[in-house]
Every structure is written in C-alpha cells, then in structure tokens.
C-alpha cells in the first residue's frame, strides 16, 4: 500500500521559493511602523449584523430630512400644485414614509427566506406588497 501523502523535498541549497528578503535584513525590520497597523478586517455579514441591531435599537429616522422635504415638493410639483408644507406635516409624513418602508422591507425579507434565500430580490418585494394589498403600478 502507498503512503497516502507525500513529503515534501527541499531542492539542493535549502531554498523553498518563498518570498525573498534583501540581503542583511531582519523579519523584524520588514514589518510596518510601530504606529501604523493593520485594520481589523471582520468576516462577512458581521458588521452588517452590527448594524442591523444598532438600527434596531434607534428611533432617529434614517432618511435625511433635507433629501425628503424635496422630494415632497417636487412630487407636489409634478401634480400641478403648489402647496406650503408646515414642518410637523413634513415629520408625520417622513416618519409614517419611514415606517411603511421599514414594514416592507421586514416582509420582503420573510419572502426570500420562505424562498429558501438570504437576498432579497424584486420579486420578493412584489410579492409582499400583492400580499398586503398594496396597489401596483
């Protein structure tokens, strides 16, 4: 019966191949600055996990104010109408928007998951929102 792995065998001269270091030079001295280090990189969907529950946590809205109010008047525009919008209007609008958004999308991603999928795709949010009896467009 033959062995099952082999041992590697170093070429004459002791060399390996591996990565070279200038002549005189220590591995000590090849590292970065003692100041400077490396970032910590984390494995993925754990900083997404991370934000997932500091969101949860929050009551601030996610939506900038400025951006919304915006497109409040430019839809308003587009109808034909000029409106004036009081401040509190524009926050009970922006949270109610806010809500509806943060709903859907927590039923779009039951949708995925009940499709045996972790992302979610148009179809999922089609189908949440012909669930709930939103009109389509």
């Known amino acids: 019966m033959q062995p099952k792995h082999k041992t590697a065998i170093r070429p004459p001269g002791g060399s390996t191949g591996g990565k070279k270091r200038p002549a005189g030079k220590s591995v000590k001295s090849l590292k970065a600055p003692k100041g400077t280090q ?19 946590k929050t009551t601030e809205l996610l939506i900038r104010k400025l951006p919304f109010q915006r497109l409040c ?9 000029t ?7 524009l926050q009970a609008l922006q ?6 958004l943060v ?13 045996k999928r972790i ?10 929102r012909r669930l709930r009896g939103d009109p389509m467009h």
């Open 38 to 56: 490396k970032r910590r990189r984390y494995r993925p969907g754990t900083v997404a996990l991370r934000e997932i529950r500091r969101y949860q």
């Open 73 to 81: 008047r430019e839809i308003c525009d587009n109808l034909g109408q």
């Open 83 to 89: 409106m004036r919008w009081q401040a509190s209007a």
């Open 95 to 100: 949270e109610a928007a806010e809500d509806y």
């Open 103 to 115: 709903d859907l999308f927590a039923d779009t991603n039951l949708c995925a998951i009940h499709a």
């Open 119 to 128: 992302t979610i795709q148009p179809k999922d949010m089609q189908l949440a």
